[in-house]
Nanobody
Framework: QVQVVESGGGWVQAGGSLRLSCAVSGSIFSINEMGWYRQAPGKQREVVARMPTGGTTTYADPVKGRFAISRDNVKNTVYLEMNSLKPDDTAVYYC???????????????WGQGTQVTVSS
């Protein structure tokens, strides 16, 4: 089993900052990628930032220059530092990890339960 648990959401005024955390635990041989996604009411889930292991970090255009993703590979934790928040950033933020559970296993995608971020104008 693999568990993905997010934390750090909340309410903030426009222009403020929040930091999200996501810890991955359980049966893990390797983590190929960790990333953040979000889903606003009435909209599809969209990528915010992705950090492949040994690859290139990418950001969605709306958050470039304002959000920063980082990883602690010892703790199997990924963070999302969100600055200059806007009301359009209001959404449920989800963490996704692409995990290989054993050396011979295929990779699987594991999602957290989501954490609400609300930005008021």
């Amino acid at each position: 089993q693999v568990q993905v648990v997010e934390s750090g959401g909340g309410w903030v005024q426009a222009g403020g900052s929040l930091r999200l955390s996501c810890a991955v635990s359980g049966s893990i041989f390797s983590i190929n990628e960790m990333g953040w996604y979000r889903q606003a009411p009435g909209k599809q889930r969209e990528v915010v930032a992705r950090m492949p292991t040994g690859g290139t970090t990418t950001y969605a255009d709306p958050v470039k220059g304002r959000f920063a993703i980082s990883r602690d590979n010892v703790k199997n934790t990924v963070y999302l530092e969100m600055n200059s928040l806007k009301p359009d950033d209001t959404a449920v933020y989800y963490c996704k990890a692409i995990v290989r559970r054993t050396s011979s296993d295929y990779t699987g995608q594991y999602w957290g339960q989501g954490t609400q971020v609300t930005v008021s104008s």
